[in-house]
């Protein structure tokens, strides 16, 4: 059994150890407590860009459909088709991308132009069908359009979601103390699905003699 005097002389260094260990635990708590805060906003993000993927793909199906639809009656806009196919391509390729490297920013940039360039293509082919009054009598192709149309606005919806999903992640790792834990695991920030002016712009096409003519569906 210690005297008094060796339990005086103890007391100092439990009281420190104690202190010591009080604050590291302090420490791993709120270093667990902003990982996994960090970890949950990149999961909504993912989440997030997961449903802009839905979307995409269905407007990927929908256009080979639609193309297929109108090309009996548009024989003298071959060139519009076929642009429209090559835009569909190559969203499709840069979605590919996508899903090879998810997170990657220049690949999600890469695929919100393609999409954007697609999506510019549809609406000059919206544009085009209508100065055909037999497409606009075509069940299908109506029902095509309008399935395209809602398509687009679920897109606009989903992708309007990921970008705020995006910059509240993105202003977590800018802030302090949470830049601190980002940086020590390495978290990496997040890009905006939006689509550079160039890529959303309608190309001019020429159709009948007439000249250049353009649309706009919702944008990207």
Do not use: C
């Amino acid at each position: 059994m210690l005297s008094a005097p060796a339990i005086l002389a103890v007391s100092p260094v439990l009281v420190a150890g104690i202190a010591a260990g009080t604050a590291i635990a302090i420490v791993a708590i709120w270093l667990m407590a902003v990982y996994n805060g960090l970890v949950s906003r990149r999961v909504r993000v993912q989440n997030g860009f997961s449903q802009i993927d839905v979307q995409l793909r269905r407007r990927h199906d929908l256009v080979p459909n639609l193309v297929a639809t109108v090309k009996g009656y548009m024989q003298h806009e071959r060139s519009t088709l076929e642009a429209v196919t090559l835009a569909r391509t190559a969203a499709i390729t840069a979605r590919g991308r996508v899903t090879a490297a998810p997170g990657d920013a220049m690949a999600t940039l890469a695929l919100a132009n393609a999409e954007g360039a697609l999506q510019a293509m549809l609406g000059q082919l919206m544009i085009l069908m209508e100065r055909y009054p037999d497409l606009k009598a075509n069940n299908n192709a109506l029902q095509l359009q309008e399935e395209l149309v809602s398509t687009e606005n679920r897109i606009a919806f989903a992708r309007q979601a990921y970008n705020d999903a995006v910059m509240t992640y993105n202003t977590k790792l800018a802030v302090f103390p949470d830049v601190v834990v980002a940086r020590l695991f390495s978290f990496a920030s997040a890009a905006l699905f939006e689509a550079e002016e160039s890529a959303r712009a309608l190309p001019s096409v020429e159709f009948n003699g007439t000249g250049p003519n353009s649309a706009t569906m919702p944008g990207m």
